[in-house]
């Protein structure tokens, strides 16, 4: 089980608990740290959050921990699953507006402020 340590580079801003669990990366993702995930509803299997989706992975509701290379075969990795996150330091998808961050966490114990 890998180790994820706690970041230094103001990715943490708030007072909220920073906590991961294990999910399981889908296969053919190949996966930044900090990317938002979503869930597939049917498979319960993680991916790349996208807000055109209607798989369940339109929400996100995850974001890595660290980089998972999932292309040849899922993955098991630590994923975070609260804490409050620099949003400039999340790897969104290309193209996703600022109205797509402001909402994607609504409703999830992850929230999203710039450094104070």
């Known amino acids: ?5 706690q970041p230094v580079d103001n990715w943490v801003t708030g007072s909220d608990s920073y906590q991961t669990t294990l999910g399981t ?3 053919g993702q190949n996966l930044a740290e900090k990317t938002p995930l979503g869930q597939i ?10 807000p055109a989706a209607t798989d369940g992975s339109e ?12 292309r040849a075969a899922e993955q098991q990795a630590q994923v975070i699953k609260s804490g409050t996150f620099n949003p400039e330091q999340v790897v969104w998808p290309a193209g996703t507006t600022a109205a797509q961050k402001l909402a994607a966490f609504v409703g999830t114990p992850i929230s999203l402020q710039l450094p104070v």
């Open 1 to 5: 089980m890998a180790t994820v340590q």
């Open 25 to 27: 990366i889908a296969v």
């Open 59 to 70: 929400v996100a509701a995850y974001i890595t921990a660290y980089a998972v290379d999932a």
């Open 41 to 50: 509803t049917a498979s319960g299997k993680l991916v790349a959050w996208d």
